[in-house]
């Protein structure tokens, strides 16, 4: 058996860098030649100007396995993933403020990661893709109530679908439906835009908490898009996650992604029922449930022993959310305001980590504010001699 000695860092580098990470290695130091940009640049979600910087990433489905030849695209310039699931984009230009890297792969929906590019390193994003279940089938005239295993329902109307070119639809329907639920150990990985940013009916950016999504894709035998006709609705509920019935609001308002600024915007509001969340909708892209909050932002760092920087370890916070440290174990994200939390690392969801990190609460941080995470520390592994 081979041994590693925790007080010897060059062996400790080794054990945790290597792993999925290993074909990244070669890549690490590949980036621009550009300064970041200001603090009140990166808190806006428009485009101000473009940089030139790497990103590099994995792309695995929901058991953790590497997909390979998926689509990543940013602004038009694409690549695809290779055999463990790796992609590079090397100093290509895109949005200064806010960078969507958009994934798509035959038979699942496809993914949207979104964070504030630095043009002096390199830019690593990790995804995990949903596959599409076998779709629901019914005819257009009569409308059909789908029920999932854990009560979320989707009773989507008769007489009420409509080509993309906007003529009626009259023949069979296939609804693809997902709810993806906070309980998921995934979630954060999931989610589309992946920063849960938003905007309110006052035009006000929000980083938002959410309480559940649903997505539903509607379309022909031919696989030709459809969607809900003017003047109907189809209504959703949402079953509320376990971990979230005690601390779920009684409404809030309803959310849904757009995918021409991969920003989620608000429209209505969603009431509480019992264990459900229930509403109407006209028209079908992910919805969410979320409760808005304003913007602050968080910088931190994440360390192995013996002070190694954690390079590209996921970092896992309570409500979800997920952030990926860059080359040097940093991360400078934008967080919600007035809204505590803990964060950790957790090696069930990072290749080659050992150990849990202590756990870190951030407290409720005022708007506009740059807090300073204390350090994130991944203990040394155990080492036992014996004869």
């Not at 798509?104 to 496809?110: A, E, L, Q, S, V």
């Not at 459809?226 to 609001?249: C, D, M, N, R």
Request: aromatic content about 10%; charged content about 15%.
């Amino acid at each position: 058996m081979y041994h590693i000695n925790p007080q010897n860092p060059k062996e400790m580098k080794t054990l945790t860098l290597r792993a999925t990470f290993i074909v990244l290695l070669s890549f690490l130091y590949l980036v621009g030649c550009r300064k970041s940009e200001s603090d009140t640049e990166q808190l806006s979600p428009s485009i101000q100007q473009t940089i030139r910087a790497t990103v590099a990433g994995t792309v695995v489905d929901e058991s953790n396995k590497p997909l390979a030849g998926v689509k990543v695209e940013i602004d038009g310039q694409s690549t695809t993933t290779d055999f463990t699931g790796t992609f590079l984009l090397n100093k290509i230009y895109m949005s200064a403020s806010r960078c969507a890297v958009k994934f798509t792969y035959p038979g699942y929906y496809m993914g949207v990661k979104c964070f504030t590019p630095k043009s002096d390193r390199s830019n690593f994003v990790k995804v995990v893709l949903i596959k599409k279940q076998a779709p629901y089938s019914f005819n257009a005239t009569t409308g059909i109530t789908i029920i999932l295993p854990n009560g979320t329902t989707i009773i989507l109307p008769a007489n009420g679908y409509v080509t993309a070119s906007g003529s009626t639809y009259t023949g069979m329907v296939n609804a693809s439906v997902y709810h993806l639920t906070p309980d998921d150990p995934n979630f954060g990985l999931k989610i589309p835009g992946g920063d849960l940013l938003g905007i309110d009916l006052s035009g006000n950016k929000k980083v938002l908490q959410s309480y559940g999504m649903i997505n539903v894709e509607l379309t022909d035998n031919n696989g030709n898009q459809l969607q809900i006709a003017p003047g109907k609705t189809a209504t959703l509920k949402y079953a509320i996650a376990l971990s979230q019935l005690s601390s779920a609001p009684n409404s809030m308002p309803h959310w849904f992604y757009n995918e021409k600024t991969n920003l989620w915007n608000e429209e209505g509001t969603i009431t509480r029922n019992g264990n459900f969340y229930e509403t109407t909708v006209s028209h079908f892209t992910w919805w969410n449930c979320d409760y808005p909050y304003g913007l602050a932002r968080i910088q931190g760092k994440v360390f192995f022993c013996n002070n190694i920087p954690a390079a590209f370890v996921l970092v896992t916070f309570s409500n979800g959310y997920v952030l990926t440290t860059d080359m040097n174990g940093q991360y400078d994200v934008i967080f919600p305001a007035n809204l505590s939390l803990t964060c950790q690392v957790l090696a069930s969801n990072n290749n080659g980590v050992i150990n849990n990190s202590p756990i870190v609460t951030i407290p409720a941080l005022s708007i506009g504010q740059i807090y300073n995470v204390p350090d994130l520390n991944i203990p040394c592994p155990t080492l036992v001699k014996g004869r």
